[in-house]
């Protein structure tokens, strides 16, 4: 059994996207039973607001954070940070 788990998820230019797929992963979380829970949204250089919006739905669920790379930087590079 999983005790802890740690979800990261690369976006860039999502802002459209991310809402919905966040509500789903919330729900599906929901009926997990975690010790430790962490979602890390790494924010790939994107140019639309999904910082800013990741930044307001951190602030109502503390399990998730965001992280900013230093401008574009791939998938790869932003699994790794």
Do not use: C, W
Request: charged content about 20%.
């Amino acid at each position: 059994m999983i005790q802890s788990l740690s979800i990261v998820i690369p976006a860039y230019n999502e802002e459209g996207r991310l809402p919905a797929t966040l509500v789903v992963l919330d729900s599906f979380l929901a009926a997990q039973s975690f010790s430790f829970l962490e979602i890390l949204i790494v924010n790939d250089g994107s140019r639309d607001g999904t910082a800013a919006l990741v930044e307001s739905y951190a602030r109502k669920h503390p399990h998730y954070r965001l992280l900013n790379n230093p401008g574009n930087r791939g998938k790869g590079y932003s699994v790794r940070h």
